[in-house]
């Protein structure tokens, strides 16, 4: 996989690491601690896997300031953010990102009226609708439908079957995962007694720059307005954003989780995997959920926030799940035993 | 956005809805309250959007009865259901739907046994299969695949990249949102002491009239027999609907719910976000899950039923979760006490 | 739906399991007991639905040997698993799987490079990458996509739509359904300050024998390393498996659950519908999970384990989640109500 070398000491500077030792040696690809060999570079982040330390064959182990090395032969770069540092020398090393070769393959369909950029690529089985304008260097990948009136911005990646429909916009260097669905109709209906009717979506979906949407996520359409991601957002499969729904630039979101329409997220959040949003809520800047959070109320202010019960063994869990139906009945018990202390106190108190 | 225009006087005569005010005034378009213009229609359903009344450029509202307009300049609809009457009003002014334009796309794959009405549509990439059966005004989308032996009604929409399978049977008006998977084989394995040998699904999946199924939403076949959604149901993105499962008329599903093998869920459910249904259970009709519920008894009577634990400070979570594990202690700890406390008690009475 | 017809005694020797009457019957179908007609054998495999034998028309019905049959027309294979029994005789009688008609459809890209056995087909608008290999008898579904240099063993379907991106590695009789994703990106992003930078997803998928995919399921490949699936596992649809996670032999994981980076789960498994696990855990050989459970620890030792709280009345749940936050504090209170009592006794016996 090694596409160019470096000596230890270029690739400190690079990436403005503290170098351990000596920097002559070369690397030439990135491994875990457990697989990698005498050419590679590797890095401990997780203290979990610590015990590999020992083991690693790699020439050089970037690590936090917090781990000792006195006991091992590996070169070394310390860094406040070793898994940072990994990534930056692993795109070095082997710039991972495939060129695109321009073009459009022969079996893709791309409409009449549609502006491409000269330099972007259109691979096998694609679909590009009428009025769609692509930018530099973006890759349309085998399968995927990209509708009419899009916009998408340069360098941006389209993977396999994914669908960005009729009238969404892309921000650059946007990456779109396989089956990923761009600008489906929003979930609208109006309860109309003895059945549902639809409510127009009329709005589209508008997506930053840098953001990275996972494979069969799905981002509705807005109702009236648009459905917006910002900037720098990265996106896990299988997330659900419903109509309307804004996330703020920089938020990170794990895989499964779920975004009623108009909810709106802060900047720099972070969302577990399987969370639940209810809609019409907002959510600050800087707030993290841990996975399966239920969240079913604002949240005003940044900080750390969970629930869900975390599993054990049956038998012990059926005991206690029958008793939290109890719960309140348990609290009231409780209360005027307390009640029954007091009084027995004072009474003897008398 | 706006096709045509009409007065207020003729929404209102449409709607069936209450005209306060002069009827005069020509409406051109539908917006939310902060967005619309001077040609606008907007409405308040959700009183959390109450405050926007104040600033909104719409030159009509629709409102309910509860909701007092003195203080402003706009005419009014007065609506029992807002919500409802702004979904047809906007259905009138824009027609959101486009008109199909019949014929088959140079790259599609329609198979020489397929029998496709002259007023339907079959998009670029698509695939038609042997035997399969499509109704007047149906549009196939870009890049869907419909098996072989497939019945799909009158005026259905397949958006792109959907999957429906060989021998799946729609109703009309059945749309089909993007990525959707109508009629994969179902998830059946027999234990077999070291391995799992998988159970021939048979059945296939019937879906009645004026339906709509989500995004990336997942409808298996049955194993024996058919899975079915009745008229009128409206699913969810990314639902996982089971073999053998019924949905009854008019049901509503949202986002991330899965259910599981012949569960069997009532008319007019209203079912929430994420919630989880094991299998063969029995839900009666109107029963209303809130979102996250997770569903492992029958639900005989209709009603509104919840569970899961809303998100707090992790501090605090971290706290509560330990104590439901010694829930079940506790409560024991309790009735000891209690039975203390009325020994002492009576002793004293002594 | 019948292709051919057998004897009861005969089926009861294919299987090995023991018939209980006369064996001359001929069976040409197989249906559940409400629906058989007399030409079907059935089944009884959950005492839920044993009211059906009162009434079903099944010349022959396979039972545990725990229901009696007394009552009944209709002859018996006893099976220790009657499920298992039921499956392998529908095989025998139906078999569903359709046989695969070689060739490559004349909509479909191959790309010249790419090596395809004699006996595989390549369907409608499916698309073959460079260096990749085919093998026997694999079926290769409408608008499937599959990168570059993946490897197919023989005998594998891949469903409508469905994506294998470049590198993937397949065993033989694995079966993906539509719409899955196999080999998207890891989500794998480092934090920058104000920023996060993507971390190169240098790994692959790797993929057993008789391995089974859900529809829209997604498995990402590895960071470093691949992701592995071993032999015989079966996961439903909807699943998110991230990158670098291993699942071993047998593990068999039901809708909707999502399994984060770098875990680890045991052979034998049995995970139910929505599970949630978080990263970089280990999971014993034959752990089960019930439905909705959330994983966030190791668990060392084969077992059942659960969380979550069942569905109950809103009314009744609210009261219960709100004193839910207060248990520890209700904790503290019952120690103190607890030492107090003991006081009194003390001071009572002195």
């Known amino acids: 996989m090694t ?48 015990a590999h330390l020992a083991d690693t064959r790699a020439v050089a182990v970037i ?39 321009p073009g459009v393959h022969a ?8 502006r491409l950029s000269d330099t972007a690529r259109v691979d096998a089985q694609a679909v590009v609708g009428e009025g769609t304008v692509i930018g530099d260097r973006c890759r349309i990948g085998p399968g995927v439908v990209v509708g009419d009136n899009v916009v998408i911005g340069d360098d941006c990646r389209l993977d396999a079957n994914a669908s960005v429909l009729d009238g969404v916009r892309l921000g650059a260097r946007v990456h779109i995962l396989p089956g990923a669905v761009i600008g489906g109709e929003g979930f609208g209906f109006a309860h109309a007694g003895d059945h549902w009717e639809p409510v127009p979506q ?12 996972g494979a069969n996520t799905t981002v509705d359409r807005g109702s009236q307005g648009d459905t917006v991601i910002g900037n720098g957002c990265k996106i896990d499969n299988l997330v659900q954003v419903a109509h309307n729904v804004h996330i703020g630039e920089h938020t990170i979101i794990a895989s499964g989780t ?23 809520l907002e959510i ?25 019960i ?31 202390m007091e009084n027995t106190k004072e009474r003897d108190e008398q």
């Open 310 to 340: 975390p599993a054990m063994p049956t038998r012990d869990w059926r005991r206690s799940a029958v008793r939290f139906r109890q719960l309140d009945e348990m609290a009231r018990r409780l209360e005027k035993l307390e009640k029954a």
């Open 202 to 213: 009329l709005g589209s979906v508008v997506i930053g720059d840098d953001v990275s949407i």
């Open 3 to 50: 596409s160019q070398d470096y000596t230890l000491a270029e690739l400190a500077a690079f990436t403005e690491s503290r170098l351990e030792g000596s920097g002559e040696c070369r690397i030439r690809g990135v491994a875990p601690l457990e697989s990698a060999g005498p050419d590679d570079i590797s890095f401990l982040a997780n203290p979990k896997y610590r």
């Open 258 to 280: 779920g975004i009623s329409g108009s909810t709106r997220i802060g900047r720099y959040c972070t969302i577990g995997g399987s969370v639940g949003f209810a809609g019409h």
């Open 107 to 114: 079996s893709a369909s791309v409409a009449a009226g549609a």
């Open 284 to 308: 600050a800047d800087g707030v993290t959920f841990t996975g399966m959070a239920m969240v079913i109320g604002n949240v005003p202010e940044a900080g750390v926030y969970s629930s869900g």
């Open 63 to 101: 690590l936090p300031d917090t781990e000792s090395a006195d006991a091992y032969d590996f070169a070394v770069l310390r860094a406040d953010n070793p898994y940072l540092v990994f990534a930056r020398i692993a795109r070095i090393l082997l710039n991972p990102v495939p060129r695109v070769i």
